[in-house]
């Protein structure tokens, strides 16, 4: 099971990643366009690039994924009960389901 979350978490991550990247750097954009001398503009480069971490780790699709993967690590090694957390991906799968919950 922790392989395939693993999987699953490393493609989401390739597959979305980028463009949650591209649309952050494309909001701070401006910052960076203006004329600088070199250590500023490391300052904002720095800048941008925090902003942007945060940006893409606080979408809330980028958490279920990650938490899908570490909860796959705490059901092998504390207890199987976090194993209970992947069946929420039939729901987000299958949305019928939803309604039958």
Known sequence: MIV????VVLFFLLK?????VKTAWRENKDILSMPSDPITK???LLFVIISSALKVFSNIEVVYYILFGLLSYFALFIHPFFYAFHLTEFVLRYPSLGNVL
Do not use: V
């Open 16 to 20: 979305k990643g980028p463009l949650y």
């Open 4 to 7: 395939c979350s693993t999987f």
């Open 42 to 44: 490391l300052i904002k």
